[in-house]
C-alpha cells in the first residue's frame, strides 16, 4: 500500500479485526513513476515483505500495535497531516479552525 494511505489501511485492519495485518508501505506516489522508479521503490520495501511473510503471529502482532496507530492519533488529534513516520501541520486538520 502507498504510504500515504497507512493509517487509513490500519484503521480499516483494526474494523476488521486483523489487528497484527502486516502493513508494508511503498512511497508515495506510484501514478506517472517510470519504471525504474517503481522497481527501486519496490526493491526499498523487499525486506519488509519478505519479514511480513516470515514472521512468527506474535511478532507481527508487536509491530502491527503501533505501526501508523499513533500517526493517526495525532493526525486527527492534532490537525496534522502525517505520513509513516513524520507529521507536518495542515492548518485545514487543525482543530481549533474547525466551526
Known amino acids: 500500500m502507498s504510504d500515504e494511505f497507512g493509517p487509513l489501511a490500519r484503521a480499516e485492519a483494526e474494523v476488521l479485526g486483523l ?3 502486516p502493513l508494508v508501505a511503498i512511497p508515495h506516489p ?14 526499498a520495501i523487499a525486506a519488509g515483505v519478505s519479514a511480513a511473510l516470515l514472521a512468527a503471529q506474535d511478532e507481527l ?10 500517526l493517526t492519533e495525532r493526525r486527527l488529534a492534532g490537525g496534522q497531516l502525517c505520513v509513516d513516520t513524520s507529521c ?6 487543525d482543530p481549533s479552525r474547525r466551526a
Open 19 to 21: 489487528r497484527a495485518l
Open 88 to 93: 507536518a501541520l495542515e492548518p485545514g486538520l
Open 30 to 43: 506510484l501514478a506517472g513513476n517510470d519504471r525504474e522508479l517503481v522497481a527501486a521503490k519496490a526493491a
Open 61 to 70: 502482532e508487536r509491530a502491527a500495535a503501533a505501526e501508523f496507530t499513533q
